[in-house]
């Protein structure tokens, strides 16, 4: 195989990584801190996006990458509209919807924008996103609410479950639409999702407001007290909105969102530490039971992933409630910077198409 060279460029809420990839070997990876008081400057995420790509093009040139020898640039999709799985070649109507923030905002809405602006710098260059978080399978069934005002959203780590899905799937000479898997996505956020023959039909809105706590999002709320706090005149409605995201979970009890930090302290004994954490995991728990049903009982496996899968008390919490469902394997951390090359180099090298944004 000729030497393919690929950009990838993943937008978190204070950082953006950045990788170059020779084919399947790494060349290069740099995580890009971004300190609050600089993006408090922008107004909005989109507001971002020349500070964010000087960021990039620099450190670049900096480890004397020649940008011209690219053959494809691949960001991790934003809040697009509701999609299926797969890698999707940048377009029109994608960049107008990543500019307005179709569904909302989110640092990775700038990963599209920012990967077309480098590609179309380039002759022959193209520019892929791939596994957004918007990625939507869910079966009809698991849309419905309870009232008609309210339908539920699919939002979640997509990339990173369907990477792990597939390694897993790989580790056991099976392939990943074969089968029945339990998701749960560990990190700043969490998600938890039924892959049921390589589709996802039914998974937490990791984003604002449903499933287990995590360290920054408040999961699910006792409906009653939520609409009580909205109405007491004591919160505005950017402040109830930061409580769900952005302040709820670890942000909330201990005013950090470091998992690790409130990992430490429960190793050492803090009990407020031990029960905040012990009840994230419980919460964990009870969300892949729940998906356990949405599968009938036909578990093939249950993946945990993420960084704070690296935790090996919320982990032993986690396996005693669920490990008499089906088999539990540990994939911690997360590399989604290799699953973003990998979408784009299985579609420079043939093997599938690029499915088209409408």
């Known amino acids: 195989m000729e030497d393919i060279r690929i950009l990838a460029i993943n937008p978190g809420s204070t950082s953006t990584k950045i990788a170059i990839y020779n084919n399947t070997k790494s060349a290069f990876l740099k995580n890009i801190k971004h300190s609050v ?47 299926p799985s797969g890698v999707y070649e940048v377009n029109k109507a994608m960049l107008g919807d990543l500019r307005k923030g179709i569904l909302g ?12 602006d ?24 698991a849309r419905v609410t309870g009232h008609p005002l309210f339908e539920r959203r699919s939002i979640f780590h997509a990339l990173n479950h369907k990477a792990i899905g597939r390694i897993h799937a790989d580790s056991i000479n099976r392939k990943y639409n074969e089968l029945n898997l339990i998701i749960a996505h560990l990190g700043g956020g969490i998600s938890v999702g039924a892959h049921c023959k390589g589709r996802v039909i039914d998974v937490n809105n990791a984003l604002d407001g449903e499933g287990p706590f995590a360290p920054e999002r408040s999961g699910t ?4 007290c939520l609409v009580k706090i909205c109405y007491n005149n004591l919160y505005s409605l950017e402040d109830v909105k930061k409580m769900i995201t952005g302040g709820g979970g670890y942000m909330a009890y201990f005013n950090t969102n470091d998992a690790y930090e409130i990992e430490l302290r429960a190793r050492d004994g803090d ?88």
């Open 37 to 83: 008081s600089d993006l408090q400057t922008f107004n909005s995420i989109t507001d971002q996006y020349e500070f964010r790509k000087k960021f990039i093009i620099d450190e670049l040139k900096e480890a004397g990458i020649n940008i011209n020898r690219l053959n494809a640039v691949i960001g991790r999709g934003g809040l697009v509209k509701p999609i």
């Open 105 to 116: 905002e989110h640092a990775s809405n700038l990963g599209g924008l920012i990967a077309h």
């Open 118 to 141: 480098i590609a179309s710098s380039i002759p022959g260059v193209r520019a892929f996103i791939a596994d957004p978080v918007v990625v939507d399978e869910l079966q009809d069934v």
């Open 221 to 224: 709320l006792p409906a009653g």
């Open 271 to 358: 009990p407020k530490a031990i029960l905040i954490q012990n009840a994230m995991s419980y919460q964990i728990g009870k969300e892949i039971g729940a998906m356990a049903a949405v599968l009938k009982g036909k578990v093939d496996a249950i993946l945990l992933t993420g960084g704070i899968a690296h935790n090996p008390m919320l982990v032993n919490f986690v396996k005693d409630m669920i490990s008499f469902i089906a088999p539990v394997v540990v994939y911690p951390g997360e590399d989604e910077m290799k699953a973003l090359a990998m979408n784009a180099l299985v579609v420079l090298t043939g093997k599938i198409k690029p499915k088209i944004y409408k």
